[in-house]
């Protein structure tokens, strides 16, 4: 499915899209995902800023200190409080969109996990993708992962 791809908030306060393929997607299991989500991990779909559009409503923002150490900045709905990205540094060039908020979130799949180490003792990774205890040191290694999967078909 070609771009653009939408989506939103659960009560529909705050919608978006982006105009670009993603430059990765994977599962995190830190343990701000884990609360965001309510669940065991979220799924995230990294894209470029400047492909990123709000196109209705304006969400709430917090700012969250992330297992690593580093400062990112939450969008949620004021209204329902789904977060539907997060930003990486202050005016970073990406946007960590939050799969579950896509209206057809099946065109992405993740190719790797990240902080393994949060995980939930009896998530099984039973599905042979790349694994990393914390993040990469290189975030690149996410983009690059997700180019071979692409070119792989």
Known sequence: MPPPYTGGCQC????YEFSCEPLTVYTCHCTDCQKTAAS???MS???KAENFTLTKGEPNSIDIVADSGRTKTGLFC???????????GANGPQVVVKAGTLDD?????????????SA???F????????????P???????????AHVAGG
Do not use: S
């Open 45 to 47: 779909v990294r894209v």
């Open 78 to 88: 004021g209204d329902c409080g789904t977060r539907v990205c997060n930003k990486p």
């Open 124 to 135: 099984p990774f039973a599905d042979g993708l790349p694994k990393f205890e914390t993040a």
């Open 120 to 122: 939930q003792g009896w």
């Open 12 to 15: 529909g306060a705050i919608r």
């Open 137 to 147: 040191e290189d975030p690149a290694a996410l983009n690059e992962l997700w180019d």
């Open 105 to 117: 979130p099946n065109w992405f799949r993740p190719i790797a996990h990240i902080w393994t180490r």
């Open 40 to 42: 065991a991990f979220g």
